[in-house]
Structure formats: C-alpha cells, structure tokens
C-alpha cells in the first residue's frame, strides 16, 4: 500500500478550489511490538487507507465507535500525529512531510478542539493566557489590539469581559468549551477539527454549544471537520457523513441521504442502535442486534472489517478488502455484496 | 401488583469541607412490582445519589439526612450495616456503568461469581460453579463453562457488562439498579445490552431502576420516568406522559434541546440557556427557575409542591397551580398536598 500512496503523490493533484482538505489514502499505525524480523512485528492499524476531502465552509461528519481511528485520523491531519503513509493536502499543500517550521503557517489556519473540557486548558493559565497564546505566537496583535481581541473573541463565545483575568476551575463545563472555542477561533483558522466537543457536556448545555458553533460557522465561514459518536447529533450538524469501523471508511455521503438509506450493513445496524428518544416510534422499530466481536485493529488480515459481525458475510468478504467506490454520485460504500444486500 | 418501593422524603447530602452539598433534597416515589422506572436528569441531579441512598451505600462524607425508604415492608434506612449488606446482592442489586472498575482485575469471573453466590444462598462450591455459569449463559455469554476462568481483561466492554448482569442477577434479586448500565458502551453493544436486560425483566420478573441521561434509552425501556434536577424530583409519570405530556418546563426544554432522528437536519436546537445550579447553595425556590422562562416571583422562593395532572402523573411546577397565569403547553392539575 504504501507504493501505492507514492506513485500517487508524484500525480499532480488537480487543484480544486472547493476542497479545502483532500486526505489520501492516509493511514497511521502504532507500533504494538517491534521486532527485527518483519513477520514477528505488530502494528495497529488505527487509519488504514483513508480518504476523503471537505469543501469550504462545510461540516463534515466523522463517525464510529470507540477505537474505530476517528480521533487518530483528526490528529493525524492536525500533523499530532505523523502519518505512516498517504497525503494530506490542505488548500492544496501536502502537508504530509513538512518540517516543524513549514508546518507553522498551517497550524495557523486549522485548529482542534477537544473532547474533554476539564483535561485541555492549562489549570495554571488565565483565560487571557490561554487564548492570548495563539495570538502571540502567530504574531497577529499586540498591545492593545490584543487585548482587544480577546474581548472581542469572549464576546463572541457568550463570555463577559470580566472573565478573562480567572482561571479555568472557575467555570463550569459548558463554560470551558466555549474557552476551548475562543482558543481555536483566536488564530484565525479557517478549517476547525471538532474531536466529540460536546460529549463531555451536560444534555441540556450540548444544545448551547451547537447552536454557537453553527452561529459562528455562518458569520466566519469555517469549516469543520466533527469527529462524534452520538449519530443524532452529527446527523444535526454535518453536511456530509462519513463512517468508520476499525481504521477504515466504509460508507461516505450527504447527510439526509445517510439516515434516509443506508447501504453498507454496517451504517445500517449501526443507525437501527440508537435509541430514539420517543416511546411510540420505539416501540414499531425494528433493531438489528449485531452478533460476533469486532475485529482486533491488530495486525488485521486482508478482507472486510466489518465481516466478524457481518450477517451478511460471503467467503470474498474474508479474502478481499472492499475498495470505497462511489456507488452513486456523492455516495460511496465499501462493500462487496451492497448491491445483492440493498436489493 | 404490590408495591415493591417507597420512597418518602428522602434528604442525602454530602459534608465536605467546603460545607453541605444537598444531592438530594426530599424525593418522594413509589415503584411497583414488575415496573421498569427510569431516573432522568443530568450530572448532579441526584439520581445516582437517590440509588446509592436505597442500596445502602451511601459513605463517608455522606449521610441520609432525613426519609424513609421501604422496601419489602421494612425501612432500609434503620437497617444495621450487617443487614443491609445481607440484602444486597439477595434482594436487590446494582450494576454500575463501569464494567472495568466495578469487577476486580486480580480475581477470575468464576471467583467473583461463586463468592456473591455462596455469601446469600447455601450452596456448595461446585453447586456455585453451576449456577454461575448458568446465568452467564443466560446473558449470552457463548463457551460460558470455559469463559468463567478468565480474567475481566480478557472480556471486551460489552461482556464485562454482560457479566455484571449475570453476577447482579445470579441471586434472583426482587430490585435491580442499573446506574448508566450502557453509557460507557458503544452504540451497537448498547443496544444488545438493553435488548438482555429487557429479556432478563421478562424471564426473572426482576423490578428495575434505571439511571440516566438518555432520553432515547428511557423511551426504550422504561415503563415509568422521574425527572430528576438540582436534587429534586421535578416531574413523574408514564413513558407516555413523561414524553407527549410533560407539563414541566425542564421536562420540556430537555426534549427540545436533543436532536430528533425524524426532524430535519439543519433545523435549530432550542437550548436550555444557563447551566445546572450549585448543590453547595442551592437555589430556595424551584432549582429549576434560575434557567425557567416562565419563572415568577413564588418560583424564586418557595419550591412547587408535586401538582397532579393525572393518577400516574405529577409535576413539581408552580404553573400548574390554579392562580397560575395560563402558559402555552402547560396543563393545570390538582394540587397535591407536597
């Protein structure tokens, strides 16, 4: 696979003006065991062959359980993590083998924000420091601008001035994210990855901190790319979805299109769990209960993923690894069996 | 059908050093025989607390304050340690939403199964094998006779969770608490688990308490819900009432600010604006009219007695009472004595 990714990279890649990011054939594997000899060596393969691209000024959903990669494809994108192989090509630029110091002006224009609240500001940091740092780094203002800046950034998260001089315990979890937010908007970033941002949030204060990422989304332009696990709440807020299972895309298009019909099997047993918060329609719906393990993303052998749990499950599904191909326009699936399944 | 609880008046607070903090202040609730009732709320609105309360496990800085709460004829709050620990595990049991910390890594299942059973029934050893795996394969558990050796590492979530059940159930308990039994699993392993503990309910008649923050696994599996917030029951009913019906606005503003699979997508939320009050100081009135759009003056400062809307169904919201200016969507009830 991975002579595969070069001969791809010496392609010229046509430069899209639409696409903001274009990620080829990505993938990330931690090293498990090393050996010398390569037959004893283990990796696990938490992106393996992933591709996809975000135009501007959308919101592309990322999917799946947890240990599926979806994180670990957010932060290899970020360049937290250095990818094993593929290209990340932002506005055109791969940033797959930038140095530290050419990587800066990127860092710049796409920023994260995380998951848990409490564990990513710096406890020993003010407000003003936390959100002020960005700013200093990337030389955009000084002085009274700065400060400026900041105010103007706290208003903009439904913060008040007088905040900024206390420190993160001093504010309750929906409070937090919305510093996070500050933090990722002070740079100025025009791409920002949304790693589950409102998972650790209270139901009622989740609904608060979407609705201002929409707000802010409309009035910058941003785009996001939003990696959850709650399957209603990136229904709500993606334009385009796409699904992950152990390291590998295998199903990728609109949203509505998504939910309405869904062809690989496992979006579908997937989409069928979640429990719908009204009794009536529960009570019609009928769920597919997945049986078997989900597959180790340890040295996993050729063939589908999803084949351990899948009912669907052919002798070509253990022997072949699907290729996403596009089944119809803007829909594509990994499957070899989609179309006798979705007859 | 009897009932199988009652709850009156219940006050549980914790004495830390930064002063009291009122996890729960004054639950009424009844449950009968065979119900699955869910407890709603959201992090810090006693509904974890209102459970450990019942199972007796309340410790060190905490203490239950004041209340009742009959089970089976008997009020567990006199109970010595002695007793209560006779009765859980035997008459009621609990599974928590950790399966990974609330099994012990250094014991095998087979271990940790036979000592809860052998600790209330008396059997044998090998008797305590038997019916040990006997629930595990009742939850699912394929190659159960050869499973019960390992480890709990050498489960995945789901099966630690599965396990958990087994072990919860393995002395046929009269009550069940789950608290967040599915909330650290994955949506796909959630869904078999509820699917095992509905079966369970229906093949050992076990009454259930159910304790979370999911609206959609309520609708799912609960028979009756409690509304729970800033350690007060806000609202009470049937699965129906509680989602066609509600008549709190807490209740009401919880099922707007979830997104519906059958709403369309770019359709706003409606949040609830403001976060969830301080426990240390708690608000006087109702713990909700900090955040309430409809909050008058009374709402401030004295908390609404339960108002009933119908036999099944009250609601602790000063709207409904008869004096009340009409709100859209609120339906008056008769004031019940709080």
Avoid at chain 1, 44 to 60: C, H, M, N, P, Y
Avoid at chain 2, 74 to 90: F, H, I, M, Q, V
Avoid at chain 2, 200 to 210: A, D, G, R, Y
Avoid at chain 2, 242 to 247: G, N, P, T
Wanted: proline share 5%; charged share 25%; net charge negative.
């Amino acid at each position: 696979m991975a002579e595969m990714s070069k001969a791809q990279s010496t392609e010229n890649i046509s430069v899209d003006k639409d696409v903001l990011l274009k990620v080829n054939n990505l993938a990330k594997y931690f090293t498990v065991k090393s050996s010398l000899r390569k037959s004893h060596r283990k990796y696990l393969k938490a992106v393996d062959d992933v591709s996809f691209e975000i135009k501007r000024g959308e919101t592309f959903g990322l999917v799946g359980e947890s240990g599926c990669g979806k994180s670990t494809t957010g932060r290899t994108i970020l360049r937290l993590y250095d990818p094993t192989a593929g290209q990340i090509f932002f506005d055109g630029t791969d940033l797959a083998d930038l140095s530290d110091r050419q990587l800066l002006p990127y860092r710049k224009r796409m920023q994260m924000i995380f998951q848990d609240p409490y564990a990513s500001l710096n406890g020993r940091m003010t407000v003003n420091d936390i959100i002020g740092e960005g700013i200093e780094t990337h030389n955009l203002y000084n002085g009274a601008e700065k400060t400026e800046r900041i105010y103007d950034l706290i208003h903009h998260v439904g913060l008040k001035k007088e905040h900024v001089n206390r420190y993160p315990h001093e504010f309750s979890g929906g409070q937090r994210q919305r510093i996070g937010i500050a933090r990722a908007l002070a740079v100025e970033p025009e791409l920002i990855i949304c790693d589950e941002p409102i998972s650790a949030l209270d139901v009622s204060v989740q609904a608060q901190v979407v609705n201002m990422l929409e707000d802010l989304q409309n009035e910058m332009g941003l785009t996001y790319l939003f990696i959850a696990h709650d399957l209603s709440m990136v229904k709500h807020i993606s334009d385009r979805i796409a699904v992950m299972y152990v390291g590998k895309l295998m199903e990728v298009c609109g949203s509505e299109r998504l939910y309405e019909q869904p062809l690989h099997p496992y979006t579908q047993a997937l989409l069928s769990a979640i429990p719908i918060p009204d009794p009536i329609v529960t009570r019609k719906h009928q769920r597919i209960i997945l049986e078997g393990d989900v597959q180790s993303p340890i040295n996993p052998g050729e063939g589908c993923r999803f084949a351990t749990r899948c009912m669907y499950k052919q002798d070509i599904c253990t022997q072949v690894t699907p290729e996403l191909r596009e089944l119809e326009p803007d829909h594509f699936v990994a499957c070899h069996l989609v179309k006798e399944i979705n007859k | 059908m009897g009932k199988i609880l009652e709850v009156n008046n219940l006050q549980t607070s914790f004495f830390t050093h930064l002063g009291e903090v009122q996890a729960v202040r004054g639950s009424n609730f009844t449950m009968d025989e065979g119900d699955i009732l869910g407890i709603v709320g959201e992090s810090g609105s006693g509904k974890s607390v209102t459970a450990l309360s019942v199972i007796g496990l309340i410790d060190e800085p905490g203490k239950i304050k004041n209340g009742e709460i009959i089970f089976d004829g008997a009020d567990l709050t006199k109970l010595s340690n002695k007793e209560l620990s006779d009765l859980r595990g035997n008459d009621i049991s609990m599974i928590f939403q950790d399966p990974m910390t609330s099994l012990n890594p250094v014991f095998t299942i087979k271990n940790q199964m036979i000592e809860v059973i052998r600790r209330h029934t008396d059997m044998s050893k090998s008797e305590a094998k038997k019916h040990a795996i006997k629930m595990l394969d009742l939850v699912g558990i394929p190659e159960a006779a050869e499973r019960i050796s390992s480890y709990p590492h050498e489960f995945s979530g789901g099966m630690r969770q599965r396990v958990m059940i087994a072990t919860a159930l393995s002395c046929d308990p009269k009550l069940l608490i789950a608290d967040e039994p599915s909330t650290a699993l994955d949506v796909t392993i959630q869904a078999q688990i509820l699917e095992l503990m509905l079966k369970m309910q229906k093949e050992l008649k076990t009454s259930i308490i159910l304790i979370t923050h999911d609206l959609g696994v309520i609708a799912e599996v609960c028979t009756s819900i409690i509304v729970m917030y800033g350690g007060m029951i806000m609202e009470k009913g049937t699965v129906d009432e509680i989602f066609y019906e509600a008549s709190h606005p807490y209740t009401i503003g919880l099922h707007k600010s979830v997104p519906s699979m059958n709403r369309k997508s770019k359709e706003r939320l409606v949040p609830i604006a403001g976060s969830p009050p301080d426990l240390l100081k708690p608000p006087a009135g109702c713990p909700f009219s900090p955040r309430c759009e409809h909050a008058m003056q009374i709402c401030l400062e004295q908390a609404a007695p339960m108002f009933e809307i119908s036999k099944t169904h009250t609601s602790a919201c000063w709207l409904l009472h008869e004096d009340a200016p009409k709100v859209a969507g609120i339906e008056k009830g008769e004031a019940k004595n709080g």
